[in-house]
């Protein structure tokens, strides 16, 4: 059982902007975890909420929340992140288990815990990549908890709009091996030369049996959901602008680009992973989730 962290402990790092919105989906993985048909565990994720002043009093558990189910921000949208969350953690543990790979990279890790809620196989490694101060209020709120991670953890303090890969390397990253990699909620903040310089150097970085895993948005226009019961109710509720935060300029096909730099791909909507579990967001009018893609890559040639 996890004890209790000390609360506002400073993490100044997610006040606002994009830090912030590893919160949200600390909260929404808190409110996922307390569920009775729970998709994912994370019994870490209500400590970061209420360790920051930013989100100390959001709820974390789906009775707190105004409406409950019928709140579109802790209901529907916390629904998706919590559908988000198994289905990447079972990608990760497939590729550890069942595909070799030992090193494990968390770009953009966030408030993420699966170093220390997964069962990973002996010998994997965690790189945690993500802005220092971001990492640093992590470690607080973990090292609170006597938080003891499940497979070797590295953090490493980089922007993922400049060179990283440097930082990677300086933290014992090793290029023979076989690599699992996820950007879960990134590149939708990444101007697009930034998701195609990340793209192409994960590309460089992996080798045959690599795998990896990212979202992305379709939407030709974001701005055409600005009215969207999911973007009005996260901007009046938590004060969070989410348009205001991503990146409003083409996306780069990079599907397209993996499978021509020898990668196979799929491309799956999350209301795929709603039929295949059983619960999770379905499309509605006017929807923010509509443009959402997962999609997901092996890389075959040496």
């Not at 948005?217 to 999911?230: F, G, I, M, Q, T």
């Not at 348009?243 to 020898?262: C, I, K, Q, T, W």
Request: glycine fraction near 10%; proline fraction near 6%.
């Amino acid at each position: 059982m996890v004890g209790t962290a000390p609360r506002n402990t400073g993490m100044e790092g997610v006040r606002g902007g994009v830090g912030v919105t590893a919160l949200l989906v600390a909260a929404a993985r808190a409110i996922e975890t307390h569920r009775h048909d729970s998709l994912a565990q994370d019994d870490y994720a209500e400590h970061f909420v209420r360790a920051a002043p930013a989100s100390a009093d959001w709820p974390v558990r789906i009775q707190q929340a105004p409406g409950g189910d019928a709140n579109p921000l802790w209901g529907r949208f916390a629904r998706y992140f919590g559908l988000r969350t198994r289905v990447f953690d079972d990608f990760l543990l497939k590729a550890a288990h069942t595909g070799g790979a030992r090193q494990i990279v968390l770009l953009g890790a966030g408030l993420d815990s699966r170093a220390f809620r997964l069962d990973w196989p002996a010998g994997c490694v965690i790189f945690e990549v993500d802005q220092g101060d971001v990492l640093t209020f992590k470690h607080t709120v973990l090292d609170g908890l006597s938080a003891r991670p499940r497979a070797a953890r590295t953090t490493v303090p980089a922007d993922l709009r400049g060179d990283w890969a440097g930082a990677l390397a300086d933290a014992g990253f090793d290029t023979r091996a076989p690599s699992v990699w996820l950007a879960e909620g990134l590149l939708f903040y990444l101007p697009a030369a930034a998701e195609t310089r990340l793209i192409g150097t994960v590309d460089r970085l992996s080798t045959a049996g690599g795998a990896l895993a990212y979202e992305v948005k379709l939407d030709k226009d974001l701005r055409e959901y600005r009215d969207s019961p999911l973007y009005t109710a996260t901007t009046h509720q938590i004060g969070i602008d989410l348009l205001n935060l991503f990146v409003h300029e083409p996306r780069p096909d990079s599907a397209a680009a993996l499978e021509d730099m020898g990668w196979t791909t799929s491309v799956h909507t999350p209301f795929d992973f709603t039929s295949l579990h059983g619960r999770g967001p379905l499309p509605e009018r006017n929807d923010a989730l509509a443009g959402n893609r997962w999609v997901f890559a092996h890389r075959t040639r040496p």
